[in-house]
């Protein structure tokens, strides 16, 4: 089966409501991270329900993702862990500065989580 852009942001753009749907159900919207390449899918959830939580997904580009959620006015960048650029402590501080929020994941083992930490990172997901 082949799926145009269209058509996965279509797809994504259900599984917002769908998850917003049940977030307000039971009280939990202001607790939703939303987490997508897809900038025009965040504005969308950012649309429906403002206190969600909207992350750019940059797979490790740091300078992209902080740029382009600067220029969407998303929460944020979700940054996958050593997978191009080197998170510093420079960089969490520079996105902060800006009123973004940093998103890790993909992070492998729990003693990276003292480094992290010390970068004053906002949001960890590890591989277990």
């Not at 769908?18 to 607790?31: H, P």
């Not at 991270?33 to 899918?41: A, D, T, Y």
Request: aromatic share 10%; charged share 25%; net charge neutral.
């Amino acid at each position: 089966m082949y799926f145009s852009s269209l058509n996965i942001i279509t797809v994504m753009r259900d599984v917002v409501d769908a998850t917003l749907a049940v977030a307000s159900r039971y009280n939990l919207t202001e607790y939703v991270i939303l987490e997508c390449e897809f900038s025009s899918v965040l504005s969308y959830a950012e649309q429906k329900n403002s206190s969600v939580i909207t992350m750019l997904n940059t797979y490790g580009n740091y300078e992209k993702g902080k740029q382009q959620a600067l220029k969407k006015k998303l929460d944020g960048i979700s940054f996958k862990y050593r997978m191009k650029d080197e998170l510093t402590r420079e960089k969490t501080d520079e996105l902060h500065r800006n009123g973004l929020r940093l998103l890790v994941w993909n992070v492998p083992v729990s003693s990276d989580i003292a480094l992290l930490t010390s970068f004053n990172v906002d949001f960890v997901i590890m591989d277990y």
